[in-house]
């Protein structure tokens, strides 16, 4: 049964992705053999050429064919501005916004003690090693507003401070745990526009 079995194995695979249980699992599978041709196929080719050509930028950890990424290697953006996000899904939501014309930091999570995730974990040797560089004005702190999102904040506000940069953090109007994934473009926009300096804010 080698067909029932790779049935098997790709509604396994499809229910661990983020919103998908097995019952969604099994229906996109089903879905996905009916429509061979003009889905599963080319949903194969791209899977495939995405786990060979997609890569993480070195320098701002975004998700790109290139490295540096397409927004690190962008002369038009303003060098004197680091926004710092959780995951890349943050800074794709503010790049929908289209009002952010800086550069972006993903950390690659959280602090969170109670998971053991500690500021080693995360890329914020590299955001400091970025603060420090002379061009470099503002580092803006978009983390989530969950307890762990403003731990992070503070650590960096730290860490960031003495390196002759201004820190600010989004304005309010972002849900308390909200993640900016799931704030709608023209409040996300809102509380970019209205930034506050952290020391204030955090
Ligand atoms: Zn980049």
């Known amino acids: 049964m080698v067909i029932a079995s790779d049935i098997d194995r790709l509604i396994q695979l499809l229910s661990k992705l ?3 249980g097995p019952r969604s699992a099994r229906r996109a ?13 080319p949903l194969g080719a791209a899977i495939v050429s995405a786990g060979k050509n997609v ?16 927004i690190c290697s962008d002369r038009r ?16 939501a503010l790049e929908r ?16 003690p109670l998971d053991g995730v500690g500021p080693e974990d995360l890329n914020i040797s590299g955001l400091v090693a970025r603060a420090r560089k002379e061009h470099v004005k503002e580092v803006i702190l978009a983390t989530s507003t969950t307890v762990d999102g403003k731990t992070t904040a503070h650590y960096i506000a730290d860490r960031v401070e003495n390196c002759g940069v ?12 909200g993640e900016l994934d799931y ?15 952290a020391k204030s804010k955090i």
């Open 166 to 177: 201004t820190v600010s953090v989004l304005a309010h109007g972002i849900p308390v745990g």
């Open 183 to 197: 704030l709608d473009d023209g409040t996300l926009s809102a509380a970019l526009k209205e930034r506050r300096s």
């Open 97 to 112: 916004t289209a009002v952010y014309r800086g550069f972006y930091h993903v950390l690659g999570g959280v602090l969170s």
């Open 18 to 20: 983020p919103g998908l």
């Open 29 to 41: 599978v089903l879905h996905l053999m009916k429509n061979r041709e003009q889905l599963l196929r």
């Open 77 to 92: 953006r303003d060098p004197s501005v680091i926004c710092v996000v959780e995951e890349v899904a943050d800074l794709w």
């Open 55 to 70: 890569q993480s930028c070195s320098q701002c950890g975004n998700l790109d064919m290139a490295d540096s990424c397409g």
